[in-house]
């Protein structure tokens, strides 16, 4: 009930997700809207908003009213009063990449949270190509490996830092998801390229020869302190996923052919567990979640 009475406090009157506390706030509305998601998907909870809800008052009827059309265009308060009036612009910068709100810098962390938001919502070469500029998506982000580290940046013109080996290597495979249609591939200017859309042995020789302290840890670049917060972001951006039709049934992809293995970079036996490219946690535990609350009931 805790999880449910938060996300109904959270949603805004645009459709997106917000701290209850500040109803008029313009910050965190992606990463707010990809933590009500993920709260609403693996809990199961039910979709139709209470019917005290003040989103109601607004014309939303369910937990998902709104939500996509916020991340394709963002809502902007009406300047110089605390009204409810609203105008719209577009939810992606001029250079293609995603911000927090309206008129600010695109950032890899607000790209991560509305491809994870639309993957939940739908398939995803339905959802993404709908609601994004997918080719301006994915020129910004290819933008964000720099050479020769080999990492991501996670805002044009700044330094590549670990961190973002997930908030922007997490994009990749959910992009990968979202063109893996033979309409989309075709309206595409140029073929995808077979070896993926980024460079993962130059991600992950970043991560070894950069990131690693020498206490066994990870770093956000070299010469900064071993943080756990690095050591679970900078690994999580690596895994990838083969896309069904809903967010609760993607697959991990195999492990690379053996006609391959000598492109490898790391020994067989320092393979990480593979976790979900939405919810970022291990396989198993979404599974063994979801299945759990959904045969609760009762909310």
């Known amino acids: 009930m805790v999880a449910l009475w938060f996300v109904w406090g959270a949603k805004k009157m645009f459709g997106t ?30 979709l139709e908003l209470p019917a005290s809800a003040p989103s109601r008052n ?11 059309e916020y991340l394709s265009r963002c809502a902007l308060h009406a300047a110089g009063a605390m009204t409810q009036q609203l105008k719209w612009e577009p939810g992606q910068t001029f250079e293609g990449g995603i911000s927090g709100a309206p008129q600010n810098e695109a950032h890899g962390a607000y790209a991560f949270c509305a491809l994870a938001c639309l993957c939940i919502l739908g398939p995803p070469h339905k959802m993404v190509p709908r609601y994004l500029d997918v080719s301006s998506l994915i020129s910004w982000l290819s933008a964000r490996q720099y050479a020769p580290e080999g990492g991501f940046a996670g805002r044009t013109n700044k330094l590549v830092d670990g961190c973002y080996s997930h908030w922007v290597g997490g994009c990749w495979p959910l992009l990968e998801a979202a063109i893996n249609s ?16 980024f460079s993962r042995e130059g991600l992950i020789r970043y ?7 020498e206490s066994g840890g990870l770093r956000d670049k070299p010469l ?15 895994e990838g996923g083969s896309p069904h039709d809903s967010a609760l049934r993607w697959a991990s ?7 391959k293995l000598e492109e490898q970079i790391f020994d067989a036996e320092d393979r990480l567990t593979p ?15 979801h299945s759990f609350f959904a045969q609760k009931g009762g909310f």
């Open 224 to 238: 900064t302190a071993m943080q756990n917060y690095s050591c679970f972001v900078g690994f999580a951006g690596e």
């Open 275 to 289: 976790m979900h490219p939405i919810y970022v946690i291990p396989w198993d535990k979404v599974e063994q979640t």
């Open 253 to 259: 992809l195999p492990e690379m052919p053996k006609a």
């Open 17 to 46: 997700y917000g701290q209850p506390q500040w109803p008029w706030s313009k910050s965190n509305l992606h990463s707010g809207a990809y933590c009500s998601m993920v709260l609403i998907s693996l809990l199961a909870l039910p």
């Open 207 to 213: 991560i070894l020869s950069c990131c690693q302290a």
């Open 58 to 68: 607004h014309g939303l009827r369910s937990f998902l009213d709104g939500l996509p």
């Open 182 to 197: 033979p309409r989309l591939n075709e309206a595409m200017a140029k073929p995808l390229n077979s070896k993926g859309l």
